[in-house]
């Protein structure tokens, strides 16, 4: 499976303040998911990361909140704005592989924020 | 809403047991079910999928999966203290995004 990192790997953050996620995979993957885990609690989806154009946000994210890049086939970045305690969590980008199906997700080892 | 139910546990299995995890869906028309491992402080990590009714073996790993009963099971032979874990009941209910349960705690005790 892809090889998949992700920075920073945890960060304590001010409220008000954002915070920028990297996801990066060592191969061309065919579909790239961000992911929400908070504390005792199971993975929600917050959206699709599409190559050149604007993500597929779930229902209850929004960009504003949310923003998502995708330059290219191996890199996305998740931007967690306006920061609040609520948004103390683990984010985990997670990456369908090529040649796989659609619904065989790879996750990357996660960021954990922490809100202040 | 489209719900993926899971025991919590503690699940306590001694060593060299079998562990039986469990897991029932909302969504009859879900094709696609998998079992995630998270260690603590990890991210989870695929071992198992399963897409048709019946049984896949994979080493110590058997899925199960009854689409009439919603019901998808994950036995563990041999249970190892390194199988302790959070083990995530993963379903598809079509498109892409899966639908994840909250996870059952396996604690295999030497």
């Known amino acids: 499976s892809a090889v998949i990192s992700q920075k920073p790997s945890r960060d304590i953050c001010q409220r008000g303040t954002s915070l920028t996620i990297q996801c990066q995979v060592d191969s061309q993957v065919t579909m790239m998911f961000w992911y929400r885990q908070q504390p005792g609690q199971s993975l929600t989806l917050i959206a699709t990361a599409n190559q050149g154009s604007e993500a597929t946000y779930e229902s209850g994210f929004v960009i504003d909140k949310f923003p998502i890049s995708r330059p290219n086939l191996t890199f996305s970045t998740l931007t967690v704005s306006n920061m609040s305690p609520e948004d103390s969590s683990i984010y985990l980008c997670s990456v369908v592989a090529a040649g796989k199906t659609t619904d065989t997700q790879y996750f990357g080892p996660g960021t954990r924020l922490t809100v202040l | ?110």
């Open chain 2, 1 to 110: 809403q489209k719900e993926v139910e899971q025991n919590s546990g503690p699940l306590s299995v001694p060593e060299g047991a079998i562990a039986s995890l469990n897991c029932t869906y909302s969504d009859r028309g879900s094709q696609s079910f998998f079992w995630y491992r998270q260690y603590s402080g990890k991210s989870p990590e695929l071992i198992m999928s399963i897409y048709s009714n019946g049984d896949k073996e994979d080493g110590r790993f058997t899925a199960q999966l009854n689409k009439a009963s919603q019901y998808v099971s994950l036995l563990i032979r041999d249970s190892q203290p390194s199988d302790s874990a959070t083990y995530l009941c993963a379903v598809n209910p079509g498109g892409y995004a899966l639908n994840f349960g909250k996870g059952t705690s396996l604690l295999v005790t030497p």
